[in-house]
């Protein structure tokens, strides 16, 4: 088998995103950033499982990104990429938390929260991060309140309530409390329809978080509002 072909059946590390792995979920140690991989991805990213590893996956990306290795144990043991195993997977740090970027255009974050409010807006520079409230799927991840969606490089966040002027100051929007009922992308914007008004926003990319700071990738999510409304569905 060529070289290509060998670059094409290598599976990227969950941890530092290179193709180094064999395959998957086989306690394979990744030679450029130290993680033995368990099978641990997206969906449980977030969980601490024990084991070889410690810390969560998160935690060990934030690692590798900082380090170079997942966890500072390992450092003397690791090596550089070489050529043949490109980065497939990608994540950057934000206050020091590796955190995945979804997006602007993508409305899926603001679906898989439906039925949650907009309770705090703050921005810092180009960012603006947006808590959200939702006490039916937040117990799914833990201790905490609700989620945080990072919007980066936010040019545009305006808050229409239906028979009124549109509102951008952000104290006044979280004391509106804005519903997320549905999400559509509206000529490169985000428009969130809720049952008084809708906001729409403009944002290169989102990054999802806890409340707690704690990263959070999309599948993750994704994968607890699935198990609630399943079990919802059973319950009715």
Known sequence: MDAAGMDAERQACPCCGHATLSGRAADEVCAVCGWQDDGQDDVDAHVDRGG???GTLWQARGHYLELGACDARVRDR???????????????????????EIPGSDVSPWNLLHDGAITGLVRRGARVSV???IPY??????????????????ADLV??????????????????APEILEARDDAGRIVVWGSAGTLRLGYRSL???????????????????RRYWAAWSARE
């Open 207 to 225: 990054a999802l978080r806890l409340d707690t700071g704690a990263p959070l990738a999309l599948a993750a999510l994704a994968d607890g509002a």
């Open 78 to 100: 690791v090596r550089r990429p070489r050529g043949d195993e490109p980065k497939r997977r990608r994540w950057t740090l934000l206050d020091g938390v590796a955190v995945a």
């Open 52 to 54: 070889a590893n410690v």
């Open 159 to 176: 808050y229409a309530p239906f028979g009124g002027d549109g509102v951008t100051a952000l104290d006044a929007i979280a004391a509106a």
């Open 137 to 154: 799927l937040r117990p799914r991840f833990g201790d905490g309140d609700g989620f945080v969606l990072e919007l980066l490089d936010c």
């Open 131 to 133: 808590t959200v409230t």
